[in-house]
């Protein structure tokens, strides 16, 4: 069955599987290196740009990622063929990181001003944030709540090929909006075309709100913009020879 998929969706699914197997259960201190951090976090290197998406934090994040991406890639694969399925998959990737950072920016930056403000030497806060020279969770017992927060933000991985996936199935729904789906949570069938707002809706919804902590709900907003901006534009121009 495995064989039947074709090779970009396949050799997608085998890579994270072999990341994940190699940095969850051989190497862990892989998580520090290839996991992506705020990009002026002392922490940040450029590669994890890139290498953040074939990062997971456990089985049941790499499951339904992998399982996403096996029930839409396909498709898409034979519909925009390898060069394009595979420009989508990565460029939604990098947009999940830019609209997750871009809100980041904005987190962060709120804090730094009153912590500067309050006086606080933030300097301290970003050389403290470094994992490699300073324990993780050194400002733990800290009673300056700002500065936590600060720290945290600093010190928080990025990992996870939702962005990438959310683009793919953005672009599904744009290409095959009619396209009647079935999901766990949802007790009827429903069309492609609905699934899209909704995932955008209630995943600002939970950025805004700070529920469901632990996910990046933004990252999955810019991995879905760019999948249905791309698959909108290339949509006018798929069946022009056929």
Same mark, same amino acid.
């Given at each position: 069955?495995?064989?039947?998929?074709?090779? +970009?969706?396949?050799?997608?699914?085998?890579?994270?599987?072999?990341?994940?197997?190699?940095?969850?259960?051989?190497?862990?201190?892989?998580?520090?290196?290839?996991?992506?951090?705020?990009?002026?976090?002392?922490?940040?290197?450029?590669?994890? +740009?890139?290498?953040?998406?074939?990062?997971?934090?456990?089985?049941?994040?790499?499951?339904?990622?992998?399982?996403?991406?096996?029930?839409?890639?396909?498709?898409?694969?034979?519909?925009?063929?390898?060069?394009?399925?595979?420009?989508?998959?990565?460029?939604?990737?990098?947009?999940?990181?830019?609209?997750?950072?871009?809100?980041?920016?904005?987190?962060?930056?709120?804090?730094?001003?009153?912590?500067?403000?309050?006086?606080?030497?933030?300097?301290?806060?970003?050389?403290?944030?470094?994992?490699?020279?300073?324990?993780?969770?050194?400002?733990?017992?800290?009673?300056?709540?700002?500065?936590?927060?600060?720290?945290?933000?600093?010190?928080?991985?990025?990992?996870?090929?939702?962005?990438?996936?959310? /683009?793919?199935?953005?672009?599904?729904?744009?290409?095959?909006?009619?396209?009647?789906?079935?999901?766990?949570?949802?007790?009827?069938?429903?069309?492609?075309?609905?699934?899209?707002?909704?995932?955008? +809706?209630?995943?600002?919804?939970? /950025?805004?709100? /700070?529920?469901?902590?632990? +996910?990046?709900?933004?990252?999955?907003?810019?991995?879905?913009?760019?999948?249905?901006?791309?698959?909108?534009?290339?949509?006018?121009?798929?069946?022009?020879?056929?």
């Amino acid at each position: 069955m495995f064989n039947n998929i074709p090779p +970009i969706t396949r050799n997608i699914i085998i890579i994270n599987i072999v990341v994940f197997i190699i940095s969850y259960l051989i190497y862990p201190q892989l998580y520090n290196t290839l996991s992506a951090y705020y990009p002026l976090s002392p922490n940040f290197k450029s590669w994890q +740009i890139i290498t953040h998406m074939f990062m997971h934090g456990g089985f049941m994040h790499i499951l339904f990622n992998m399982l996403t991406l096996w029930s839409f890639g396909p498709v898409l694969e034979q519909t925009l063929g390898e060069k394009k399925y595979l420009i989508l998959y990565f460029v939604s990737g990098l947009g999940a990181f830019v609209l997750f950072n871009l809100w980041n920016f904005y987190e962060i930056q709120q804090i730094t001003t009153q912590l500067v403000e309050a006086k606080v030497n933030v300097a301290e806060i970003y050389m403290k944030a470094d994992i490699n020279n300073f324990p993780y969770d050194v400002y733990a017992n800290s009673s300056n709540e700002l500065s936590k927060e600060l720290y945290y933000g600093l010190v928080s991985k990025m990992l996870g090929a939702s962005g990438a996936v959310f /683009g793919v199935v953005a672009a599904f729904a744009t290409l095959y909006p009619d396209t009647k789906l079935i999901f766990m949570f949802i007790p009827f069938p429903i069309k492609a075309k609905y699934i899209l707002p909704i995932i955008i +809706i209630a995943s600002v919804y939970l /950025g805004f709100s /700070g529920n469901v902590g632990g +996910i990046a709900h933004f990252a999955h907003v810019g991995g879905a913009l760019v999948g249905f901006l791309l698959a909108r534009s290339w949509k006018k121009h798929l069946y022009r020879f056929h």
